[in-house]
């Protein structure tokens, strides 16, 4: 059983472009730094797993796992040292995303700005498109 990682966020990205790069998802550094983070206490994972689920009242919301291994049809994204597994069902929704860290005062999370989505639930949680 894999155990969560943390909680993520989803943005819809309309006002900015985000550029087309042969990875179906780009991570900025802060989200590299924080996966290098919890992976250094976690010898046994070899990355993070990303996929998609039914929830929330827009529809879908995105998981973040450990992982200890690459599934049969899991695309994999490596960048700067990290391993990003995106399962099959989350591959579409994630085509030109930025996974993102932020930090503030009152929370910490893994934002996904997405170029692709149509709504999202008002605390930002689910998503559609």
């Given at each position: 059983?894999?155990?969560?990682?943390?909680?993520?966020?989803v943005?819809?990205?309309?006002?900015?472009?985000?550029?087309?790069?042969?990875?179906?998802?780009?991570?900025t550094?802060?989200?590299v730094?924080?996966?290098k983070?919890?992976?250094k206490d976690?010898?046994e994972?070899?990355?993070?797993?990303?996929?998609?689920?039914?929830?929330?009242?827009n529809?879908?919301?995105?998981?973040?796992?450990?992982?200890?291994?690459?599934?049969?049809s899991?695309?994999?994204?490596?960048?700067?040292?990290?391993?990003?597994?995106?399962?099959k069902?989350?591959?579409?929704?994630?085509?030109?995303?930025?996974?993102?860290?932020?930090?503030d005062?009152?929370s910490?999370?893994f934002?996904?700005?997405?170029?692709?989505i149509?709504?999202?639930c008002?605390c930002?949680?689910?998503?559609?498109i």
């Amino acid at each position: 059983m894999a155990s969560s990682v943390v909680r993520a966020t989803v943005r819809a990205v309309s006002k900015r472009k985000i550029q087309a790069t042969r990875a179906a998802l780009t991570l900025t550094p802060s989200a590299v730094q924080k996966i290098k983070q919890f992976l250094k206490d976690k010898p046994e994972h070899v990355g993070v797993k990303v996929g998609v689920r039914t929830r929330g009242c827009n529809g879908l919301s995105y998981t973040l796992e450990y992982t200890k291994s690459k599934g049969d049809s899991d695309e994999e994204v490596v960048q700067d040292g990290i391993r990003i597994f995106i399962e099959k069902k989350a591959q579409l929704t994630l085509l030109g995303t930025e996974m993102d860290y932020v930090e503030d005062k009152l929370s910490s999370e893994f934002v996904f700005n997405n170029p692709n989505i149509k709504g999202t639930c008002g605390c930002g949680e689910s998503f559609n498109i």
